[in-house]
């Protein structure tokens, strides 16, 4: 029998007082809730997974959902997480690049706040702020243990590692070198908010990784911060690792408290060649004798340039090959008779455009870049089902925790929004966000249900200077125009362009956003009228 949390907490709590009367309830409480009422939290955050790459989107349940067509992705245990968990078929990355997303999970702030409003790499000062309460230290604080697997990309890197990639923590020899030019590794300390496990995994190689670990065991013997490269997909030795995890043979957890995981895989990001490919998946299922050549039936949107998306097969391997080692780990949890009280929450930091307007990997304001996939799947907690509710990037962290029955303790810094009650009853259509606040390094803009709003300044997207005027602004109707081909001036739609204009300057407002603060644009963003 399924509960939904507000009432199985109810439950439990009058199991405590009605067994231990009520002088011992609060004293047993803690104890209790860490064996009886908490739920395990794994969050797995693909890189660079467009929403519509899964297989479920083509069923009858899920087709009407779908913006345009969906990919003909084989991923069996994703389709299965959908079926037994609420798919949120509206889930967008406000910023679809990889630092500025993850930042926004990791603190369920927006990048004025939390510090991060690029990609993390060298010569750039991006770097998530020490003393934000992130998602890991609250779970934490709360007595979880937690555990951090796969790529980062949250701090800039600094050059304090020795020739052979070893963290030596000073610039000075036999310091001074860098590890990666993105993504860096990170040592002990305030920059891993309270993760107690650590296993890192960073470089775009995914046969080929560089992997750090505070888990002598996994590293071949390795201390935290010496450079282990196992030369093994990347996806595949996180699993391993992660159900060592979960078995807990070495005590690398506490078996008394929950769990809260992260899992950060890195494909399907680019590099899309057969050396980064999980080949086994290419040849059972995309290779030429599924898909005789690369061509509308492998990538099915009409606004892709075919020649463009070459890569195709490579980046649907690999997708499949994630589902594959996701769905080993999830046998570990059922094997283990915990996955019915584990919230699995499976999403990813942005999507992939794979030839949609003539353009590859993401960083552009269309929904290839932007649309993720986002399900919870909790069998004691939450009944199937869907839910078209508009769910951003720093929405994720409020929501889990309040999933998990931390609302009272999440922090007010967080801006993000509590949309677990969508979560609980997915039918729900009152209060409902209306919008969602879009950003580039040169646009902002905002997605409604059915429109996208977009403002471009006259500068490159990693310029350091303002823009001086706007290069362009149109709105898309995604209703009429699912493939975001007809850029609609406002001058076409007053009335629409006006309401959303004055929607957008409240959502740059309670975003603290750079815009609001200097009332860029203001003979256009009318800022006067926010209240």
Same mark, same amino acid.
């Given at each position: 029998?399924?509960?939904?949390?507000?009432?199985?907490?109810?439950?439990? %709590?009058?199991?405590?007082?009605?067994?231990?009367? %009520? #002088?011992?309830?609060?004293?047993?409480?803690?104890?209790?809730?860490?064996?009886? =009422?908490?739920?395990?939290?794994?969050?797995?955050?693909?890189?660079?997974?467009?929403?519509?790459?899964?297989?479920?989107?083509?069923?009858?349940?899920?087709?009407?959902?779908?913006?345009?067509?969906?990919?003909?992705?084989?991923?069996?245990?994703?389709?299965?997480?959908?079926?037994?968990? =609420?798919?949120?078929?509206?889930?967008?990355?406000?910023?679809?690049? %990889?630092?500025?997303?993850?930042?926004?999970?990791?603190?369920?702030?927006?990048?004025?706040?939390?510090?991060?409003?690029?990609?993390?790499?060298?010569?750039?000062?991006?770097?998530?702020?020490?003393?934000?309460?992130?998602?890991?230290? /609250?779970?934490?604080?709360?007595?979880?243990?937690?555990?951090?697997?796969?790529?980062?990309?949250?701090?800039?890197?600094?050059?304090?590692?020795?020739?052979?990639?070893?963290?030596?923590?000073?610039?000075?020899?036999?310091?001074?070198? *860098?590890? #990666?030019?993105?993504?860096?590794?990170?040592?002990?300390?305030?920059?891993?908010?309270?993760?107690?496990? *650590?296993?890192? =995994?960073?470089?775009?190689?995914?046969?080929?990784?560089?992997?750090?670990?505070?888990?002598?065991?996994?590293?071949?013997?390795?201390?935290?911060?010496?450079?282990?490269?196992?030369?093994?997909?990347?996806?595949?030795?996180?699993?391993?690792?992660?159900?060592? *995890?979960?078995?807990?043979?070495?005590?690398?957890?506490?078996?008394?408290?929950?769990?809260?995981?992260?899992?950060?895989?890195?494909?399907?990001?680019?590099?899309?060649?057969?050396?980064?490919?999980?080949?086994?998946?290419?040849?059972?299922?995309?290779?030429?004798?599924?898909?005789?050549?690369?061509?509308?039936?492998?990538?099915?949107?009409?606004? $892709?340039?075919?020649?463009? $998306?070459?890569?195709?097969?490579?980046?649907?391997? #690999?997708?499949? @090959?994630?589902?594959?080692?996701?769905?080993?780990?999830? @046998?570990?949890?059922?094997?283990?008779? &915990?996955?019915?009280?584990? !919230?699995? !929450?499976?999403?990813?930091?942005?999507?992939?455009?794979?030839?949609?307007?003539?353009?590859?990997?993401?960083?552009?304001? *269309?929904?290839?870049?932007?649309?993720?996939?986002?399900?919870?799947?909790?069998?004691?907690?939450?009944?199937?089902?869907?839910?078209?509710?508009?769910?951003?990037?720093?929405? !994720?962290?409020?929501?889990? $925790?309040?999933?998990?029955?931390?609302?009272?303790?999440?922090?007010?810094? &967080?801006?993000?929004?509590?949309?677990?009650?969508?979560?609980? #009853?997915?039918?729900?259509?009152?209060?409902?966000?209306?919008?969602?606040?879009?950003? /580039?390094?040169?646009?902002?803009?905002?997605?409604?249900?059915?429109?996208?709003?977009?403002?471009?300044?006259?500068?490159?997207?990693?310029?350091?200077?303002?823009?001086?005027?706007?290069?362009?602004?149109?709105?898309?109707?995604?209703?009429?125009?699912?493939?975001?081909?007809?850029?609609?001036?406002?001058?076409?739609?007053?009335?629409?362009?006006?309401?959303?204009?004055?929607? /957008?300057?409240?959502?740059?407002?309670?975003?603290?956003?750079?815009?609001?603060?200097?009332?860029?644009?203001?003979?256009?963003?009318?800022?006067?009228?926010?209240?």
């Amino acid at each position: 029998m399924r509960y939904t949390l507000k009432y199985s907490y109810a439950l439990v %709590c009058l199991f405590i007082v009605g067994f231990l009367g %009520c #002088n011992s309830a609060k004293s047993q409480k803690k104890e209790l809730d860490n064996k009886i =009422v908490k739920p395990n939290v794994i969050i797995i955050y693909p890189d660079q997974l467009r929403r519509y790459s899964a297989g479920f989107w083509s069923e009858p349940e899920y087709r009407d959902e779908v913006i345009g067509k969906p990919d003909p992705a084989i991923t069996p245990t994703i389709d299965e997480l959908a079926k037994n968990g =609420v798919v949120f078929t509206r889930a967008i990355a406000n910023y679809p690049l %990889c630092s500025p997303s993850r930042g926004m999970l990791l603190s369920g702030m927006y990048p004025e706040q939390n510090g991060i409003w690029n990609n993390a790499r060298i010569g750039r000062d991006d770097d998530l702020k020490e003393d934000i309460t992130s998602i890991t230290n /609250l779970f934490h604080n709360e007595g979880y243990d937690i555990g951090y697997f796969g790529k980062a990309h949250y701090i800039k890197p600094v050059p304090e590692f020795n020739e052979q990639g070893d963290y030596v923590g000073t610039q000075e020899d036999p310091g001074g070198h *860098y590890v #990666n030019d993105y993504d860096t590794y990170v040592p002990p300390g305030i920059d891993r908010h309270d993760i107690d496990y *650590y296993y890192q =995994v960073l470089k775009d190689q995914h046969t080929n990784p560089l992997v750090y670990s505070n888990d002598p065991a996994v590293v071949d013997g390795n201390e935290d911060g010496e450079l282990y490269q196992p030369h093994e997909f990347s996806t595949k030795i996180e699993s391993e690792t992660i159900i060592e *995890y979960l078995k807990n043979n070495r005590n690398q957890r506490n078996a008394d408290n929950p769990f809260f995981m992260l899992w950060s895989i890195n494909p399907p990001h680019s590099p899309w060649d057969d050396a980064n490919t999980d080949m086994e998946e290419y040849h059972k299922h995309y290779d030429t004798d599924k898909y005789p050549s690369i061509d509308s039936s492998l990538v099915v949107r009409p606004n $892709a340039d075919i020649e463009v $998306a070459s890569y195709a097969r490579n980046y649907f391997a #690999n997708v499949t @090959s994630i589902d594959k080692y996701i769905g080993r780990v999830l @046998s570990q949890l059922e094997e283990m008779n &915990v996955l019915d009280n584990t !919230i699995v !929450i499976f999403t990813a930091d942005h999507g992939e455009m794979m030839g949609s307007h003539g353009l590859t990997d993401k960083n552009v304001l *269309y929904t290839e870049a932007m649309a993720v996939p986002f399900i919870v799947h909790w069998p004691k907690g939450l009944k199937p089902g869907k839910t078209d509710v508009l769910l951003g990037s720093p929405d !994720i962290y409020p929501t889990v $925790a309040s999933l998990a029955g931390l609302k009272e303790q999440t922090p007010e810094a &967080v801006e993000g929004k509590d949309l677990s009650a969508f979560a609980a #009853n997915p039918q729900k259509n009152d209060t409902k966000p209306e919008s969602i606040l879009l950003m /580039l390094g040169n646009s902002r803009g905002l997605q409604t249900k059915r429109y996208t709003l977009v403002l471009r300044e006259n500068k490159k997207q990693w310029d350091e200077q303002d823009g001086t005027k706007i290069a362009e602004a149109y709105i898309f109707d995604n209703k009429k125009d699912p493939y975001q081909t007809e850029k609609v001036p406002f001058e076409e739609r007053p009335e629409l362009s006006a309401k959303l204009l004055k929607e /957008l300057a409240i959502k740059l407002k309670e975003a603290n956003d750079p815009w609001f603060q200097k009332k860029k644009y203001k003979d256009l963003i009318p800022y006067a009228k926010t209240k």
